[in-house]
């Protein structure tokens, strides 16, 4: 049987989109049983008015269990904390001070269950100036300084795919962890607030490194002579990423792969500092070398050489790379949604991402019957303070 660490953990989600949702798949793919709260009928925002075939909304939740309830409702909440002590981890990544007014703050639950884990994702923080602005990934981007980082001197520009949002949600997944494990130690409640902002540092704190020792802010280019790194074209229209850092084996590597064991003994390139200050003159020449032959001429040199490289690939091309499935990486859905499993194995397996995205409301009936009767459930059902389908 495939071993999945946080197996018999209960997780209850009050969260929506993707900062706070990435990291519960997560955890819910490493055996963790997550519940997702949502409003009824149309269940959470992400979901595109598509219920359960929106593939964003497969991607980050599929295994988890749908509860609809009408959090405006007193009865609604009500409910919510007669779930509260069934489990053992609460997340939310309402605004400040949201979940809080509705009485389902920390200390609310603490109240419920004295040792659970509750944890809060924001934009930016649950105080201080910025507290109450909403926040999406293009904001943790902009503000965290990404588009400066990755963009050129003077010309910011919106990135092809979201960051901030998915490292926010590894973030808030290892806080819980680290917090289960805290509690596992002391028994004690845990409160772990982290938010997009912040979560963001973890991507720019090489960028705030360089600032320190260039003495000015960085950008896209700026690491690229302390990497001694390039990106080059071959004559088949591919693309080549290559990385020697500071090491002069690799160095020497590459000249020989290009056949240019010469630039060895050149005094502009033949240390480390010296290709740092001459960078901008080795680049065209990698480059040239590059651009007479195809690309599988240049992967044989390259990895018999052993210098440090990778083929550019598309999202398409990674999915269909024979190390990402001889890594088992990805779960194929059956209209061929990749679902990307956790990175990480357990004894050589990979947990798999087990389930489906549920329905809107799917479980909501069978999760209220642990703390309600029949005749309960059917008159919240009734009143539209739970919503269930039960197709």
């Known amino acids: 049987m495939q071993h999945k660490p946080l197996e018999g953990i209960r997780i209850l989600e009050l969260g929506g989109y993707i900062s706070l949702p990435y990291g519960t798949s997560i955890l819910c793919a490493l055996g963790a049983e997550v519940v997702k709260l949502e409003r009824p009928v149309h269940g959470e925002d992400f979901r595109r008015q598509a219920n359960d075939t929106s593939p964003y909304f497969r991607q980050y939740n599929t295994g988890k269990r749908s509860v609809s309830v009408d959090l405006k409702s007193e009865a609604g909440v009500d409910f919510v904390k007669k779930l509260v002590p069934n489990f053992d981890v609460v997340l939310e990544n309402m605004r400040p001070g949201k ?160 056949g240019r064991v010469d630039l060895t003994e050149d005094e502009r390139f033949a240390t480390y500092a010296a290709r740092v200050v001459n960078f901008s003159d080795l680049v065209p020449i990698v480059e040239a070398r590059f651009a007479e032959h195809p690309n599988d001429y240049w992967q044989k040199l390259l990895t018999e050489e052993d210098v440090p490289f990778a083929p550019v690939l598309t999202m398409s091309g990674y999915l269909e790379n024979e190390q990402v499935e001889h890594l088992n990486l990805i779960d194929r859905e059956p209209d061929g949604l990749a679902l990307v499993r956790p990175p990480w194995s357990f004894d050589g397996e990979r947990p798999e991402r087990t389930g489906r995205a549920p329905r809107v409301g799917a479980d909501t009936r069978e999760i209220a019957l642990e703390v309600l009767s029949d005749d309960q459930v059917d008159d919240l059902l009734s009143r539209g303070v739970l919503y269930a389908d039960e197709a």
Request: glycine share 14%.
């Open 99 to 258: 979940v809080v007014g509705l009485g389902l703050g920390p200390d609310a639950c603490r109240a419920l269950r004295s040792d659970v884990v509750y944890g809060s994702v924001t934009g930016f923080g649950a105080s201080g100036p910025l507290a109450d602005r909403p926040a999406y990934d293009t904001i943790g981007q902009a503000f965290g300084g990404l588009y400066s980082l990755f963009g050129d001197q003077g010309r910011p520009q919106l990135a092809g795919g979201i960051s901030a949002d998915l490292v926010t949600g590894l973030t808030c997944a290892m806080g819980v962890l680290a917090a289960l494990v805290g509690r596992l130690r002391t028994g004690r409640s845990q409160h772990l607030e982290t938010s997009i902002m912040e979560a963001v540092s973890t991507l720019t704190i090489d960028g705030i490194t360089q600032a320190f020792e260039l003495g000015q802010d960085p950008t896209r280019t700026s690491r690229h002579p302390q990497a001694q790194n390039f990106c080059v074209p071959t004559s088949s229209g591919e693309f080549l990423a290559i990385h020697l850092s500071s090491s002069q084996k690799f160095w020497a590597s590459l000249c020989r792969a290009i």
